[in-house]
């Protein structure tokens, strides 16, 4: 079945350590989207792209780094410059230039930082 | 830049009964998307419905519909029949058409809770 693998479903960071959360994707999708969520904030942007080997950075993108070198693959590092980083973690993809698709999201990352 | 409102942080419903929930948004664009997403307690994302602002007939999906008035830049959302699966958070979401900022926007969501 054709969808969107996030990677892990829980993890947990200690204080000053980067991690990396993956984001798979197996529609054949030029877009991929990070976005985090905190209660009563709704869904914020960190990073996006549009194609392979490009990426523009969203409305919260300090602090979180991405790459994009396969079609499929969209990860997302946290760094320790991310001051508050526990949150919940979603990833999203769509078909590009086709905007009444919206998008497909996966089922998320939970990051505590311990 | 676009923004979205949700004006109803949550909301509670007898079973059986009808309820809306609503949504405002701000763009200067007179062409664009607008969606609303559920996400139930599993915090899967899942589409509900989904309205392109050139078309004026109000978008319909079995027991949930809209009400979108361009004009006043709201679109509503209004669940008939409600049984206890619609309980989860639902989010308004705006996107644009314009090449490059084709990007969702979304607002803060409401947590709607279903009373059987």
């Known amino acids: 079945d054709g969808g969107i693998t996030q990677s892990p479903k829980y993890l947990f960071r200690k204080e000053g350590q980067n991690v990396t959360l993956s984001c798979e994707q197996n529609?054949?999708?030029?877009?991929m989207y990070w976005y985090r969520q905190d209660p009563g904030q709704g869904l914020r942007l960190i990073y996006y792209?549009?194609?392979?080997?490009?990426?523009q950075k969203g409305d919260i993108a300090e602090g979180y780094s991405v790459s994009r070198e396969k079609k499929e693959s969209f990860p997302l590092t946290v760094t320790s410059a991310q001051k508050n980083p526990t949150a919940f973690y979603l990833c999203?993809?769509?078909?590009?230039?086709?905007?009444?698709?919206?998008?497909?999201f996966g089922s998320g990352t939970r990051l505590t930082v311990v | 830049a676009q923004t979205v409102t949700q004006s109803q942080p949550e909301m509670s419903v007898q079973e059986a009964e009808t309820v809306t929930l609503s949504c405002t948004y701000d763009?200067?664009?007179?062409?664009?998307?607008l969606f609303w997403y559920k996400q139930p307690p599993s915090r899967q994302m899942i589409l509900v419905i989904r309205?392109?602002?050139?078309?004026?007939q109000n978008a319909t999906e079995n027991r949930f519909s809209v009400n979108f008035q361009k004009a006043a830049k709201s679109f509503s959302l209004k669940i008939s029949d409600s049984q206890l699966g619609d309980a989860a958070m639902y989010f308004c979401a705006y996107r644009s058409i314009i090449q490059g900022a084709q990007k969702l926007v979304f607002g803060q969501g409401t947590r709607l809770t279903i009373n059987p």
């Open positions: 763009t200067s664009e007179s062409d664009y998307y």
């Open positions: 309205q392109e602002a050139y078309k004026q």
């Open positions: 792209s549009q194609i392979v080997n490009d990426f």
């Open positions: 999203a993809s769509s078909i590009g230039p086709l905007p009444g698709y919206g998008y497909t």
């Open positions: 529609l054949n999708h030029d877009a």
